[in-house]
């Protein structure tokens, strides 16, 4: 590789993804770490979750890497204006690159898993949101900050619903649901009350009910019936996104595409297919599909576009990123890099 660096980070909930790569689109070096959404852990919290991952993959060959000459940050959390404004500020005093670009992370998911540069982008992790890009660049977005602003979804929430149904299951004012010994059993405790009163009592933080979103994935392909309906609303959610930010911002465009990413959609193969139905027969027009690319390749082609790279270089580096595998204190350097 010769000539500039791009910086790329794409911060959720549960981990952040930080890229060092070539102009040409070699990937020079990537780290992974936890996640670094403001709305969790505080705006410093965040640079200091950034600035801790650059050091890392500065080790090595990587640190006689030239100054990036643009970074592209886009982070979970930055979805108010003033937040976005607070967040582009305190990257800037941190002057990490020549040219800063930052947003949301489903505008990473967008560019990731998109061909266009337009449509919509739901992300299903930790959390949920989403993102509507018209064709003339206006954009839809939410404000994405939880039960007061109307928002359900994600695994923090799909796991509180699951240990509130093994409750209710537990004493009699639900339904039978094989949730009651999944739930309990996960935290090696006797009853989903007991796990109950133990997150009341913070013994267990109630952070780590996201944990539970893959178990009612599965109970849920096992036939379980409260599994399913929380799997069904969790589909009606992703509906309501999209359909919602494409009113905004388009209506009258004949074709869009609908990228779906995170990892709830992106590993679940039932309920990714299951959205993608829903979303493909309810909104014409509407082309979805399932991203398992890394964000953080959305990222990369974003700074990559600030500096004009040449016609592919995302898509090199795109490639490169679909063989990387990154893990908490762990740098892959070169091309081709895989763990």
């Not at 796990?195 to 178990?215: C, F, M, S, T």
């Not at 009612?216 to 096992?222: N, T």
Request: proline fraction near 4%.
């Amino acid at each position: 590789m010769s000539g500039r660096v791009i910086l790329a980070v794409d911060g959720g909930n549960s981990k952040t993804d930080l890229v060092l790569a070539g102009e040409d689109g070699s990937l020079l070096a990537f780290a992974r770490g936890p996640g670094c959404s403001p709305h969790r852990i505080g705006l410093e919290g965040c640079v200091d979750v950034i600035a801790a991952l650059l050091e890392t993959a500065r080790t090595g060959p990587a640190s006689a890497l030239t100054r990036p000459a643009a970074a592209a940050v886009m982070v979970a959390g930055a979805d108010l204006d003033s937040e976005a404004r607070e967040l582009r500020a305190r990257l800037l005093e941190c002057d990490w690159a020549d040219r800063l670009e930052t947003g949301n992370d489903t505008l990473a998911v967008l560019r990731a898993g998109g061909e266009d540069g337009y449509g919509v982008a739901v992300v299903c992790g930790a959390g949920i949101n989403a993102v509507g890009v018209a064709p003339d660049g206006r954009s839809a977005r939410f404000p994405a900050l939880g039960a007061i602003t109307g928002d359900w979804g994600g695994g923090g929430d799909l796991g509180l619903a699951a240990l509130g149904e093994a409750v209710r299951a537990g004493d009699g004012r639900g339904g039978d649901t094989v949730l009651a010994e999944l739930v309990p059993s996960h935290f090696s405790l006797a009853s989903a009350e007991e796990v109950a009163l133990a997150v009341h009592r913070r013994e267990i933080d109630q952070a780590r009910l996201v944990e539970l979103a893959p178990l009612v994935l599965g109970a849920a392909d096992e036939g379980d019936a409260t599994a399913v309906e929380l799997r069904e609303r969790l589909v009606g959610e992703v509906l309501a996104l999209v359909r919602a930010a494409a009113t905004r911002v388009l209506a009258g465009v004949a074709r869009y595409e609908v990228v779906l990413g995170g990892s709830l959609l992106s590993r679940s193969q039932t309920l990714g297919r299951l959205a993608a139905e829903r979303i493909r027969a309810e909104l014409p027009g509407a082309e979805p599909k399932i991203s398992a690319i890394l964000p953080v390749a959305g990222s990369a082609a974003i700074a990559l576009d600030a500096i004009g790279a040449a016609e592919g270089a995302a898509e090199a580096l795109r490639a490169e990123l679909t063989h990387a595998r990154g893990v908490p204190g762990v740098v892959l350097e070169g091309s081709g890099a895989g763990a």
